[in-house]
């Protein structure tokens, strides 16, 4: 997600700014705002939904697997549609242990993807901190990275590989940034040595808002800043659309899986052909319980023959 002005210069960065990009409402606009009464309601409800799912969660721990996870999906979608944003999703979830992959905009993508595939997520260490999200964050399992030192990269994706071997799932934006939509990076291919090592599938997804504008966090755009241009924006809308899954075993490396993954998210029009051929998406919803993470991440996970060690690259 977005981070400070100054980064490491392995990271990647994007062009995308707060004022470029984020058309923060001072009722200028071409388009009329939410009003001042409906937003405050939105923020009040959303962040309700939010404390009341945190507040929760330890009394739905004993639950069976499937329910959780489907109070999880519940949950989410409740949450984002609190905040006043409409979503309309396209495609069928992929079964069985996954890494999910997404273009990343804003950190509604993160609970947009919850809401259909539930997942430990992977993202910067700041989350951490972050008010009442971060507690979300680390309560749903997130595997915090710290960005800054490119020698944690191998142990995270040791880490996720280790989940999805236990049958789980693991979401990732792998453009290693926040976008505003408009624009979009390149999907680093560390992260998908996990599911090399792994022997799993690749689930991609595609998040697009309307306006962008409203939805887009990047640069150093301060978190509350966000929040009040979603509440404010009149009818924020998103569209995640579920890509036919990858097979992993079908691409030689990391950087093949990875340039197939982006170019399955790449907006319509755009995408060029994949030359291996694509798996069906099932037409089940993935086993819940696939996504527990009950295992240690710090296991060995039992990986097979893969083009390249994630220990040994970590591009």
């Not at 979503?87 to 069985?96: F, H, Q, S």
């Not at 999910?100 to 259909?116: G, K, M, Q, R, T």
């Not at 998908?192 to 309307?210: E, K, M, N, S």
């Not at 009149?234 to 097979?247: G, I, K, Q, S, Y």
């Amino acid at each position: 997600m977005n981070g400070p002005a100054t980064l490491p210069p392995w990271l990647p960065t994007a062009p995308c700014t707060p004022g470029r990009c984020a058309a923060h409402p001072d009722g200028t606009g071409p388009e009329p705002g939410a009003g001042p009464l409906r937003a405050l309601a939105r923020l009040a409800a959303g962040t309700a939904t939010v404390l009341l799912g945190v507040l929760l969660a330890p009394a739905a721990a004993p639950l069976p697997a499937a329910a959780r996870l489907a109070l999880v999906r519940r949950w989410t979608r409740t949450a984002v549609r609190a905040f006043g944003v409409r979503v309309r999703y396209a495609g069928i979830p992929a079964t069985g242990p996954l890494l999910v992959v997404a273009n990343h905009v804003s950190w509604l993508d993160i609970p947009l993807l919850a809401a259909v595939l539930p997942a430990r997520t992977v993202a910067k260490a700041e989350v951490r901190h972050w008010p009442v999200l971060g507690l979300v964050a680390a309560l749903g399992g997130t595997l915090f990275i710290d960005r800054d030192r490119l020698r944690a990269l191998p142990g995270t994706v040791r880490a996720m590989a280790a989940i999805l071997a236990a049958g789980g799932r693991v979401a990732v934006f792998p453009e290693g940034s926040t976008w505003c939509g408009r624009e979009r990076g390149r999907f680093r291919p560390a992260a998908f040595q996990a599911a090399l090592d792994a022997g799993c599938a690749v689930q991609p997804v595609r998040i697009d808002y309307r306006p962008a504008d409203a939805a887009a966090y990047v640069g150093d755009d301060p978190l509350g800043a966000s929040l009040w241009r979603v509440v404010t924006a009149r009818r924020p809308t998103a569209e995640v659309r579920l890509a036919d899954p990858l097979p992993s075993g079908r691409y030689p490396d990391r950087r093949a899986l990875a340039a197939a993954a982006e170019r399955a998210v790449a907006p319509r029009g755009t995408t060029r052909q994949d030359p291996a051929r694509r798996i069906p998406a099932q037409r089940a919803v993935a086993s819940d319980s696939a996504n527990l993470s009950s295992p240690s991440v710090h296991q060995r996970a039992s990986s097979r023959p893969a083009a390249a060690s994630s220990s040994r690259t970590p591009s």
